[in-house]
């Protein structure tokens, strides 16, 4: 389940939003508040796509009324995939009507994510039993195929006193790299708000 998530990690990093700073005039004043995402899309970037060997496909990202993070969609991958895999991300926020690069801090921002076959289940671990009713592998190696995300993943959303300050717009451009070469870039668009704001 976490190897499938982290494949959307420019949004599933959103977790680690709240301990960019420990200390601050944030944690003094502001009350603690879940992160909600709202209106994701992806779409393909501005590129040749005649040597792409991996889709995403109906992809949904949300939050749920119990303020998790939920995901659904397909995955179809043409290639064997194995470690490493990595995916390049530059995430972009919009300040007054411009998108400007965001820095990497703590895994969150335009970040480069070595090998996403760390973040999958271990070898001697047992996958959910909705990934076996799917045939979705939790780990990596992963063979050719289309596999659907189960409905019941979710990733847990913290309290955090910085939902105010990391509510506005983004943009990301994710690039997926298997065995040095790009099998994939997608654009990612989302806007992160409060919850009850």
């Known amino acids: ?44 970037c501005d590129t040749d796509h005649t040597q792409d060997r991996l889709s995403l496909n109906n992809i949904r990202v949300f939050t749920k009324d119990n303020g998790d993070l939920g995901l659904s969609g397909d995955v179809n991958t043409t290639t064997f995939l194995y470690a490493p895999f990595k995916v390049r991300v530059t995430m972009k926020r919009k300040i007054l009507g411009v998108y400007v690069k965001m820095p990497c801090v703590k895994d969150f921002g335009s970040c480069t994510y070595d090998d996403l076959c760390q973040y999958g289940y271990g070898t001697f671990s047992q996958c959910p039993p909705s990934f076996f009713l799917r045939r979705t592998p939790c780990r990596c190696p992963i063979d050719e195929g289309v596999y659907s995300i189960p409905e019941d993943v979710h990733v847990p959303m913290e309290d955090t006193r910085w939902a105010g300050i990391a509510k506005g717009s983004y943009r990301a451009k994710v690039h997926f790299i298997h065995k040095d070469r790009e099998i994939a870039c997608y654009l990612a668009y989302f806007r992160l708000k409060s919850k009850d704001e």
């Open 1 to 44: 389940m976490e190897y499938i998530m982290h494949i959307f990690t420019i949004v599933t990093c959103i977790l680690s939003l709240g301990s960019i700073c420990e200390a601050g005039i944030a944690d003094l004043v502001a009350p603690k508040k879940k992160i909600e995402i709202h209106d994701f899309r992806t779409e393909l």
